[in-house]
């Protein structure tokens, strides 16, 4: 697939954009166990425009990410299109506008999957980020705002229309939020209809490789999105792509090997933030959700989750990796609420 005149080959695996995620280390992670395409954290125009500082933190790319995407969202058209421009500056390889995220207080104010209950304003706003940059651009959205307006089919043909260059669609509403099951009979219906000619990338629910092949047989998108699914399990890139190259599975990684990928990363981190005890509270989320399965784990991830320094965090990774470094992860069983 093609998004502009980035050339991806096969089936692309895209790291979704979520916030408090998807930094610069575990950026950097993903890249290395195998993802194509990552998006920084979404940020607002109204903060970009304003240069605050947090929001130029979350914009930094480094030539590792590449190819790479800065995802913008808001609800001004003129704030929007100037902060594409801003966004260009910075030299990622495309924009992406956030049209999905649910989260209250940013659809309140108009922003981001509030736009599905305002189709015309949401090619609006696309076709003036399109216009205002000379990067390509693409979306995210969702199917719709609640289970009876489901209006992904005319969104996707109003943001082609308007120039976008890919489509990434969640496969829920924004009432549901990120519960009950993905639906991924809709984003195949976008996918095969005669109207659309961009690229459609799947989201939603792939939790490991069997539901990734599954779900583009179901669809065949041109390429899938994995969010939640990488918390806690980076290499599932690695994972899908020798899925789909040869129908066998990966065995999953030992506990030894999770800590070692968790060293690099809080390392990172703690370069990148230049604080200690900044890096360790932005691990938490992966320490927690990194060993799936493992019998009897509670104690150490309890006391991962509690140290508030390197040297405590080592001297318990260090236990870890004595008392059970050979046992592998069991993912069979893991949720991604």
């Not at 993802?35 to 500082?53: G, K, N, Q, W």
């Not at 993905?182 to 629910?205: F, M, Q, R, Y």
């Not at 005890?277 to 932005?282: E, H, P, V, Y």
Request: net charge negative; charged share 25%; glycine share 6%.
């Amino acid at each position: 697939m093609k998004i502009g005149s980035i050339e991806l080959e096969g089936t692309p695996l895209f790291l979704a954009p979520m916030e408090d995620v998807t930094y610069k280390s575990f950026r950097h992670i993903c890249k290395q166990n195998g993802v194509d395409v990552m998006y920084t954290e979404f940020v607002s125009s109204e903060a970009l425009i304003r240069e605050v500082e947090k929001t130029r933190l979350k914009m930094e790319i480094e030539d590792d990410d590449r190819p790479v995407a800065i995802q913008i969202y808001g609800y001004d058209l003129q704030s929007m299109a100037n902060a594409a421009r801003i966004a260009e500056e910075l030299e990622p390889d495309f924009i992406d506008i956030n049209f999905g995220c649910p989260m209250k207080k940013i659809v309140k104010k108009g922003a981001c999957s509030a736009l599905l209950q305002d189709l015309p304003k949401m090619q609006q706003m696309a076709a003036e980020v399109v216009k205002s940059v000379s990067l390509p651009v693409t979306a995210k959205t969702r199917l719709g705002w609640d289970e009876n307006n489901k209006v992904i089919l005319e969104a996707a043909e109003r943001l082609q229309d308007a120039g976008i260059s890919a489509l990434a669609v969640h496969g829920r509403t924004r009432s549901q939020l990120y519960t009950g099951e993905a639906d991924w009979t809709l984003i195949g219906e976008v996918k095969n209809s005669p109207h659309i000619h961009i690229p459609i990338i799947g989201n939603g629910d792939i939790n490991g490789p069997e539901k990734a092949a599954e779900l583009l047989r179901q669809t065949g998108v041109d390429g899938l999105m994995i969010g939640r699914g990488a918390i806690g399990r980076p290499w599932i890139f690695n994972e899908i792509k020798h899925y789909l190259r040869t129908g066998e599975l990966l065995p999953p990684p030992t506990v030894a090997e999770i800590i070692l990928q968790l060293q690099k990363q809080l390392s990172i981190t703690i370069d990148w933030k230049g604080n200690e005890k900044s890096a360790i509270l932005m691990m938490r989320r992966h320490f927690a959700r990194s060993f799936p399965g493992v019998p009897n784990f509670r104690n150490h991830r309890i006391k991962l989750l509690q140290a508030d320094n390197i040297e405590a965090i080592s001297a318990i990774m260090a236990n870890i990796v004595e008392h059970c470094g050979d046992l592998r992860v069991d993912y069979s069983n893991m949720s991604l609420k």
